[in-house]
């Protein structure tokens, strides 16, 4: 109770609520997600109290993965990964003449699922904490190995391309003075190098102006014509929907959890898993993809839940679990909070921090979409014209803040390119991102390692728990291997032979 | 010259949904192998240039210390093997098509980089309202090229944003060289 009362202060209620709503906003109109949106707000925070930036960011976070639902259930396009799903029975439900019912049904769901990860982020995070206090520099050393080729292979459908991009993270975020022993790497004399690519210009480029440029080069001027008219009172939907799904949302909101600790799936997973398991579970599998209500609590729930679980192991290991999490993380390191187990020993208060602002940014969300679904709507008529030159002055301004230095804005402008040029190629940008913010962790891990046993690396096979972690990376590589040797057979000869 | 083609809206695909969009699919054919290819070789060369750096680097001897260059030399590594299985086996994905827009991407970029020079040279005050002038008319059809929205525009947003990062975060705005 304590910790609930010296965390609630008027300007971090008024972050958690203006984070919300600037989630919620950018969630909404697709092609902006949730990423996008807290590289937009992580230079908003500089001023702040780390307990204001906390609230803020949470808030864009839990917003961004919720807002997906508007341009899903009324243009049929999923604002955010997390609500591809949620547009296979939202969208026909609203066609139907019901738009009031599918986004009254999205909005309860992402709070009952935001209550369930709460639940799950509360409960499971002091446990695996606590067994992470434990390990030593061997365990993290392969644990982070584990989570770094979690991302890359699931991140993208071809493993090479999601390999290559984490081990270009962690050569980019080997730049500039090494750990342990400073001495300089890939600065080529530039000083604007040393301290290594600052976060803010990498953040805001890979994952803005790339998309900027991606959405600019696919979609040009246009803006989607859509009805965007709400018709009806309330949430439009009655305590019996309710009643009738509750076991639909708690297996749904389950199974977001579970996939949210895991790194590299997080709510795009978790909301396509959970609908898969309704449709299956459902006495009328018939009525999915026609607007069945069942299809929208479960994506819509799972992928709000899945939001506590992917803090799991951001909080207690230092590993975000996609690449949400991983600018989250980034704000957070900003700020000078590392997360990790020593998080709940050391800083025990920013914990509670975390969780009590999770809580609120769940009820706020719920509150600000069912007040403002008349208004939210509206957003995806915002015409490129003023939204994205908007957009850049606002970011270009914020990558210079982090440093005082034009060289920030500059290579904003640089990464945005590279950005933009890599996910042509096909190139999955969170494994680059957590790769860069993983790779100190790792490089001071592994020489602490092979200092503390003189020079021996047996240790990190001999080690179970680290030989566990290895083989589990291993494992997840064979099977990626195998699995695309099995649908390269699958595949008429003469293709298969084309691709080899 | 694009303004036929904004008269048909398309649909926007997040990032990441390249398989629900309704782009042409990338299939292991032409583009898409050779784009693998050709990436795969960019990354071999950057691999083998991290290499090469890495092993000329003059480092200290710390007792038992692996050095500064291991980790990102298995990096470079990994690297330059994801990029040979990218050669030797172009994947059925392949790169992801671009739209058609190239000259208002390239217009769009253009307007940024003389944003980012000119925040540098004459400052916020000044860079802000013109980039913002010159991108709303970049982003407008022809009948939406009105002076008067765009002025408006610019100015708002300069204030606004300069009032959020100056007065609310005490940010020190660009103030140029002049």
């Keep these: ?500 | 010259m694009d303004d036929e083609r904004d008269a048909c809206p398309s649909r926007p695909v997040p990032d990441g949904h390249a398989a629900q969009s309704d782009r042409p699919p990338t299939g292991p054919r032409g583009p898409a192998r050779s784009g693998d290819r050709v990436t795969g070789s960019v990354l071999i060369l950057l691999a083998v240039a991290a290499l090469v750096h890495l092993f000329s680097l003059d480092v200290s001897e710390l007792n038992d210390d692996p050095g500064p260059h291991i980790v990102p030399g298995l990096a470079a590594a990994g690297l330059g093997m994801s990029g040979l299985a990218m050669v030797v086996r172009p994947g059925p994905s392949g790169v992801s098509r671009a739209g058609t827009q190239r000259h208002l991407t390239a217009g769009f970029l253009a307007v940024v980089v003389g944003y980012v020079g000119l925040l540098g040279v004459v400052g916020y005050y000044i860079a802000t309202p013109a980039f913002i002038i010159t991108a709303f008319w970049l982003f407008s059809t022809r009948t939406e090229r009105v002076v008067l929205p765009a002025v408006i525009t610019a100015a708002l947003v300069t204030v606004a944003v300069g009032l959020i990062f100056n007065a609310g975060l005490g940010v020190v705005l660009p103030e140029g060289v002049f």
């Excluded at chain 1, 080069?217 to 009805?227: L, N």
């Design chain 1, 1 to 500: 109770m304590d910790a609930l009362l010296s965390v609630l202060t008027v300007d971090a209620l008024t972050a958690v609520a203006v984070g919300s709503a600037i989630g919620l906003v950018i969630g909404a109109v697709p092609g902006l997600t949730a990423m996008m949106g807290l590289a937009l707000l992580l230079p908003l925070t500089f001023g702040m109290t780390p307990g204001a930036a906390i609230a803020l960011l949470l808030g864009c976070y839990i917003g961004g993965i919720a807002g997906g639902l508007v341009s899903s259930t009324l243009l049929g396009m999923p604002g955010t990964p997390s609500s591809i799903a949620t547009t296979f029975d939202a969208y026909p439900m609203a066609r139907k003449g019901q738009p009031t019912r599918a986004l009254g049904i999205g909005v309860t769901a992402s709070l009952f699922g935001g209550i369930l990860g709460f639940i799950g982020l509360i409960t499971l995070a002091p446990l695996v904490a606590n067994v992470a206090l434990r390990l030593g520099p061997f365990e993290y050393f392969s644990i982070t190995a584990l989570a770094l080729t979690l991302v890359a292979v699931l991140s993208s459908d071809n493993m090479p391309k999601g390999l290559a991009a984490g081990f270009l993270g962690l050569l980019g975020g080997s730049i500039g003075f090494a750990p342990i022993d400073a001495t300089e790497r890939f600065t080529f004399g530039w000083e604007h190098l040393w301290g290594g690519i600052a976060i803010l210009p990498l953040v805001i480029g890979l994952f803005a102006i790339s998309e900027m440029l991606r959405v600019t080069m696919d979609e040009g001027r246009a803006i989607p014509t859509v009805d965007v008219r709400y018709r009806g009172v309330g949430l439009g939907l009655k305590l019996a929907d309710l009643t009738r799904s509750w076991w639909n949302i708690v297996r749904s909101s389950t199974i977001g959890i579970v996939i949210g600790v895991l790194p590299g799936m997080g709510g795009a997973a978790a909301n396509l898993v959970a609908y898969a398991r309704a449709k299956q579970a459902s006495p009328e599998p018939d009525t999915f993809g026609k607007g069945a209500p069942d299809g929208i609590w479960a994506p819509e729930s799972s992928n709000s839940a899945s939001s506590g679980g992917a803090l799991v192991p951001m909080m207690t290991l230092g590993i975000p679990g996609d690449g949400v999490t991983a600018v989250l993380l980034g704000g957070l390191i900003i700020h000078g909070i590392q997360p990790g187990p020593l998080l709940y020993t050391d800083n025990p208060d920013i914990v509670s921090t975390i969780f009590v602002y999770f809580a609120i940014a769940v009820v706020i969300v719920f509150a600000l979409q069912t007040a403002g679904m008349r208004i939210f709507p509206l957003v995806l008529r915002v015409p490129r014209r003023y939204l994205f030159p908007i957009l850049v002055a606002f970011m270009a301004v914020g990558a210079y803040a982090g440093s005082y230095q034009i060289a920030d804005t500059w290579l904003m402008v640089f990464l945005g390119i590279v950005g933009y040029v890599l996910v042509r190629a096909g190139l999955p940008l969170s494994p680059l991102l957590l790769g860069y913010i993983l790779s100190p962790i790792v490089e001071t891990y592994f020489r602490r390692a092979v200092m503390t046993s003189e020079g021996d690396y047996a240790p990190f096979v001999t080690r179970p728990a680290s030989a566990i972690f290895l083989l589990a990376a291993v494992t997840v590589i064979g099977c990626a291997v195998w699995s695309r040797k099995r649908a390269v057979r699958s595949l008429p000869s003469n293709t298969a032979s084309r691709i080899g």
